[in-house]
Every structure is written in C-alpha cells, then in structure tokens.
C-alpha cells in the first residue's frame, strides 16, 4: 500500500482557490489516486479519482505529473462550506485496503 | 437517497457490556470494511469482508468481531467495551470491480462510507 503524505492543516480566505499537495512517492504502477472529504461526524465522501495528468469534475480537479510520485487536489473558489478534512489515498482498483493518512485540515475563513 | 446506513448514530454502553452496531447498503456491493475513527484521527481499518469472506487486520483486538449474514447487511460486535473504545465506527462499502485497461476510463475501487455511528463507553 502506497503511503501519503499530505500537511496537517491549510487555511484559506473565502473564493480562494486552495490547492492541497499529496505526496505519495512510492506510488505502484496500478494505483490510482483517490481524494476524499470528510466533514465533523460525517463519514468520507469521495470528490475525485485520478491516474495521470489531470482530471475535473463539477466539485474539484486533481493534477498528477508524468511521475505520478504526487498529485495536487484544487478547490476553485472555496466557500465556508468547504472546511472539512480532506483525504489523499493511494491503491488499486478492483477490490483493495486502503491506508488513510493523517489527511489536510483545509479552514476556509470568512 | 442514503446508499450506506448506520444505526444507530449515537450509541452509548456502559464498560463491559456488549453492543452491536449495524450497517446496511443498498449498492449491492460485495466488499463491505468497518473502521474506527478517534477524535482527530484518520479512520483506521478494522476489518473488511469481501463477499462472505472475513478478512481482519492484523492489530484489531479480539474484542472486535464482525458478522455479515447477507450482502446487504454487515454488524460490528464489540464483546467488552472499554473507556478506550470510545470512537466513531465507519462503515464502509466498494465493489471490487476492477479499472478498464485504459487508465482513466473507469473509476477504481471507491469506497462509500456511511455517516458513522459514535459510540460512547460509561
């Protein structure tokens, strides 16, 4: 299992865009790289998936270079509503464990 | 719309005696996992059944026991709670699909989590 490693806490002004770097150096060929969002007495929620270069969806991009050996989760334009815990794994697809790191503590200031 | 469903979501015991926490799906998912999650703390893997199969880890204490009588349904048993026990209990589901062989075209194993239940020991 590809272990992460991401900063402990990031704070940020409202309609800022936030970038959260994940650094996962000893990445396998087959795993992907997975990014969750875990909010105070919630369960994860997944937000974005990705294998190289770059990925978008309505919620966030992530960006991985040709090395794979990190990736950059971007937040466009956070709300207050995005301050949560933001999880940065790394695995195979198909049936898998995964390690959870410490995750980022991402405070979005008004 | 909940695909994962925890009950309770407050559960509280005194120390020592039994309780059992539930978790049912309607994904139709064949690998089902719990996990603990203490206060400021990533959720740490418990256990995880891939279909009927029991897979423990290697650090869960034997307090921990889990059942899944169907697909649908999976229970995390904790015979003698302790003070340390105290957390909040994920429960989580992923299909063991595996990616297309063009990497991006298909989402790898995602885990979808339920919202938790929080236990309390007295």
């Known amino acids: 299992l590809a272990k992460t490693t991401q900063p402990i806490s990031m704070d940020s002004y409202e309609g800022q865009e936030v970038n959260i770097t994940c650094s996962h150096n000893n990445i396998a060929t087959n795993d992907y790289i997975t990014w969750y969002q875990q909010f105070p007495s919630q369960g994860p929620r997944f937000i974005i998936q990705g294998y190289k270069t770059k990925v978008t969806n309505e919620v966030a991009s992530l960006f991985i270079p040709a090395d794979r050996k990190s990736s950059t989760l971007s937040l466009p334009r956070v709300s207050l509503s995005d301050t949560a815990v933001y999880y940065c794994?790394?695995?195979?697809?198909?049936?898998?464990?995964?390690?959870f790191g410490t995750g980022t503590k991402l405070q979005v200031i008004p | 719309d909940a695909m994962v469903i925890q009950n309770p979501r407050y559960q509280v015991t005194q120390f020592g005696k039994p309780v059992t926490l539930s978790c049912s799906q309607t994904?139709?998912?064949?690998?089902m996992y719990w996990y603990q999650q203490k206060s400021s703390q990533a959720p740490k893997l418990l256990f995880h059944y891939y279909d009927k199969d029991f897979n423990n880890e290697a650090d869960t204490p034997d307090n921990f026991q889990s059942r899944r009588p169907n697909t649908s349904f999976c229970f995390l048993d904790i015979r003698s709670p302790g003070l340390g026990d105290a957390a909040m209990y994920l429960c989580a589901t992923s299909s063991n699909r595996p990616p297309s062989a063009v990497h991006g075209r298909e989402r790898a194993n995602i885990q979808y989590f339920g919202a938790g239940t929080r236990l309390s020991v007295l």
């Open positions: 994904l139709n998912h064949n690998v």
């Open positions: 794994l790394a695995g195979s697809g198909g049936y898998q464990k995964v390690t």
